[in-house]
C-alpha cells in the first residue's frame, strides 16, 4: 500500500509507513548534507527513523547552494566575529558562476576563509547531481548561511533554522529584502529577525542599510556584525556614502563589514581604508570576464586598503607642498 505525499513542492507516491529516514534513503540523500522539515516543522536527524511520514504530508528537503587558506599580510593579526578568528578579510558569495569548479577556484585564489551560501531545496529529480559541498568543503572553508531572497522576519527565521538543521551552522547572515528591484533591506523586518534569532542562539551577522542609526540597533540587539550596503546588491556602483560608513564604523564595537555594490578592486580598498573589518562581494567576481583574475585583485585590494588604513593616511591640503626641501636651493 502508499500513500501520497508532498516532496519539495511535487506530490510523491511513498510505501505507507515510511519514515523520514526511509524518504531520504529512497532518495539516494547523505544525512549530514541535507535537512528536513515536515509541515513546517523541522525534523532533528536524530529523530528521522522515528517520524513516521502520512498521506498529504508536505515535506521540504533542503542542502546549501551557491548563493554568496592564505589572506592577510603578516603585519595583520586578522579579525574575530563570534569568537572566530579569520585571517581574511574578504568574504564572497557563491552565486552567478558558470559552475562550481570555477566558483571553487575563484575562492581559492581569493584566499577568503568565509562563503555565503543559499538554502535551497534539493533537486530529487537528479540527486546524483554536482553540490557546492563537492567543491568547496564545509571543514576548509567557513560556510555562512544567508536569507537571500527572504521578504519578511518569518521567511528568513524558517531558512536560517533549516541551516542549523543541515549543518549545524550557527554563525548566518541575516538578509530581509523591501522589494525585489532595489533589495534594500526591509530595516524592520531585519531588526525584527535578529531579536529572534538571537535568543535561539544563533550568531548574526546583519545585511543592512547605510544608516548609523539603524546600525546601533542592530549591534544593541545583539547582532555580532553589521554589515552596510555600499551601493544596491549587484549593481557594482562602489561605495556612495563614505560618510555614512565612515560613521558606522566610528561608533561601533562589532566588527563592520561592507557587503553589496562593490564592482572592482578599487572599491574593496576604499571599503578597508574606511576602517571596516571586512567587505563581502559576489557578482563582481562571478560576473568579471575572468573571475579568477578578479579574485585575486581583490584580495590584493582588501590586503593594501587595509595596510593604507593602518598606516595612516596623509591629512589632505588644498595647496601643493614640495617633497624636495628649498633650503639649500641652487
Not at 18 to 26: E, F, G, I, P
Not at 188 to 217: C, H, N, Q, W
Not at 235 to 259: C, F, T, Y
Not at 288 to 310: S, T
Request: glycine share 10%; hydrophobic share 45%; proline share 6%.
Amino acid at each position: 500500500m502508499e500513500i501520497t505525499i508532498e516532496v519539495n513542492g511535487a506530490p510523491r507516491r511513498v510505501p505507507a509507513g515510511s519514515t523520514v529516514a526511509a524518504l531520504v534513503d529512497l532518495l539516494a540523500l547523505a544525512p549530514g548534507r541535507v535537512a528536513v522539515e515536515r509541515n513546517l516543522e523541522i525534523v532533528p536527524q536524530s529523530r528521522w527513523a522515528d517520524v513516521t511520514l502520512e498521506a498529504g504530508d508536505r515535506v521540504e528537503i533542503v542542502h546549501f547552494v551557491g548563493g554568496g587558506a592564505g589572506g592577510a599580510p603578516a603585519a595583520d593579526e586578522g579579525w574575530e566575529v563570534a569568537g572566530r578568528r579569520f585571517r581574511s578579510r574578504l568574504i564572497v558569495g557563491t552565486g552567478k558562476y558558470r559552475d562550481y569548479a570555477l566558483n571553487a577556484a575563484a575562492v581559492e585564489a581569493s584566499g577568503a576563509e568565509i562563503v555565503t551560501v543559499a538554502v535551497r531545496r534539493v533537486n530529487l529529480s537528479d540527486p546524483a547531481q554536482p553540490r557546492l559541498t563537492d567543491f568547496i568543503d564545509p571543514a576548509r572553508v567557513t560556510y555562512l548561511p544567508n536569507t537571500a531572497g527572504c521578504f519578511t522576519a518569518e521567511e528568513a527565521l524558517r531558512t536560517l533554522r533549516l541551516a542549523r538543521e543541515a549543518g549545524g551552522w550557527t554563525l548566518v547572515k541575516l538578509e530581509v529584502l523591501a522589494d525585489p528591484k532595489t533589495l534594500f533591506p526591509d530595516v524592520i523586518e531585519t531588526l525584527r529577525a535578529t531579536e529572534v534569532l538571537v535568543k535561539e542562539g544563533f550568531d548574526v551577522m546583519v545585511y543592512t542599510s547605510d544608516d548609523p542609526v539603524v546600525a546601533r540597533r542592530l549591534e544593541e540587539a545583539g547582532a555580532c556584525a553589521v554589515m552596510p550596503l555600499g551601493a544596491p546588491i549587484g549593481s557594482g556602483l562602489g561605495i556612495q556614502n563614505r560618510v555614512n560608513i565612515r560613521l558606522i564604523v566610528e561608533q561601533a564595537k562589532v566588527p563592520v563589514l561592507v557587503d553589496a555594490g562593490v564592482g572592482t578592486a578599487s572599491d574593496a580598498a576604499i571599503a578597508m581604508e574606511l576602517g571596516c573589518d571586512g567587505v563581502l562581494m559576489n557578482t563582481a567576481i562571478a560576473e568579471a570576464k575572468d573571475p579568477v583574475r578578479m579574485a585575486r585583485a581583490m584580495k590584493a585590494a582588501v590586503e593594501a586598503g587595509r595596510d593604507a588604513y593602518l598606516a595612516g593616511r596623509m591629512q589632505p591640503r588644498r595647496y601643493a607642498d614640495p617633497s624636495s626641501p628649498l633650503a639649500g636651493l641652487i
